[in-house]
């Protein structure tokens, strides 16, 4: 399962890109959503204007619990976590990871609105590459370290 996250708005952004963004749906800087790896290369059409990696089971539970919403903008809460069958947030972030349970089974809400990064991104800015020092692109497993200063 993969997390992107939009880095760069909307501005002279060529429309199939734009489009191919919406359909993440990341209509906003700093959204993340989670997508499978059938949606690969939706991201990649829009890999200069969002970063991306695989996101692991203990930072998915802190974003579950800190920036899932259900409809309404109601937090998610020991009563949903009970309703659905789970024990804690750790547990659904796992059937999550796994393909067990699907975000949208579970009606939560698919796009997590996340702070800008504290200390802020890398060095190279937000026009570069992740590979060169930027922040663009596929990151892998360093999306864990983005998204813990983002939470």
């Known amino acids: 399962m993969f997390a992107v996250i939009r880095i760069r708005g909307s501005i002279k952004v060529q429309k199939k890109i734009n489009d191919a963004l919406e359909i993440i749906r990341l209509h906003r800087v700093n959204h993340m959503s989670l997508v499978d790896d059938k949606s690969r290369k939706m991201i990649e059409k829009g890999k200069d204007y969002v970063t991306f990696g695989e996101i692991n089971e203990e930072v998915l539970a802190k974003v579950l619990e800190k920036w899932g919403r259900l409809p309404g903008r109601k937090r998610l809460g020991t009563e949903f976590l009970k309703e659905k069958g789970f024990k804690d947030f750790a547990e659904m972030a ?5 393909g067990k349970k699907k975000i949208k089974d ?7 609105r996340l702070h800008p990064p504290r200390k802020g991104f890398e060095r ?7 590979s060169i020092g930027g922040v663009l692109g596929y990151r892998g497993e360093e999306i864990n370290k ?5 939470i």
Do not use: H, N, Q, T
Not at 125 to 130: A, L, P, Q, T
Not at 146 to 150: E, F, N, Q, T, V
């Open 94 to 98: 796992k059937a999550i990871i796994e």
């Open 106 to 112: 579970l009606e939560i809400k698919p796009v997590f």
């Open 124 to 130: 190279k800015g937000i026009k570069k590459s992740y």
């Open 146 to 150: 983005l998204i813990l200063k983002m």
